[in-house]
């Protein structure tokens, strides 16, 4: 069992977010889940900077379907980092692992492909209760973490281009 705090991180290690433009990608799947983690991915963008217009928010029906929403994202906006939030429960039959692999493989190939940071934010739990103890339980918040990770991967690439 995990027992890192998600949300736990130095603020003075993130850079401001005030001029990035983000997009974020949440599965309605399981979304008493998913949406506690984009309200915390939201809250720790605007709590380093980033605007309500900056912030580009799309659904998607479920964590498969959150690559090709992110990759929709990249083609027709401009954005700085794009976080893809979901939540995939193991069941009794091999799905999860189907699910899970390719959501990872999905967002590790626009990483290359697009050449902006893609965010893995997705939860893959043995039980509804591990996700609820990482989507702003007792373990924290993986939107949160997902989130400073965006701002910190978007100012390392804009560092790299000067």
């Known amino acids: 069992m995990s027992t890192t705090n998600l949300s736990a991180y130095d603020p003075k290690l993130v850079p401001d977010a005030s001029d990035m433009r983000f997009g974020i990608v949440v599965s309605d ?31 998607v029906p479920g964590s498969f379907e959150l690559t090709l929403g992110a990759q929709f994202l990249a083609e027709y906006d401009d954005m700085d980092a794009i976080i893809c939030l979901g939540c995939v429960i193991q069941g009794e039959t091999p799905h999860f692992n189907y699910i899970c692999q390719g959501v990872t493989q999905g967002i590790t190939q626009l990483n290359m492909e ?18 609820v103890n990482r989507a702003g339980g007792i373990h924290g918040n993986k939107g949160d973490e997902a989130a400073v990770t965006a701002i910190k991967m978007a100012a390392l690439q804009r560092e790299m281009e000067k």
Not at 32 to 52: F, M, P, Q, R
Not at 119 to 124: A, D, E, K, S, Y
């Open 29 to 59: 799947w399981n979304m008493e889940v998913t949406w506690s983690l984009l309200d915390g991915a939201v809250k720790i963008l605007k709590k380093h900077g980033a605007t309500d217009k900056n912030i580009v928010i799309k659904h």
């Open 114 to 131: 697009y050449n902006i940071p893609f965010i893995f934010g997705v939860l893959t739990t043995l039980d509804q209760q591990q996700a």
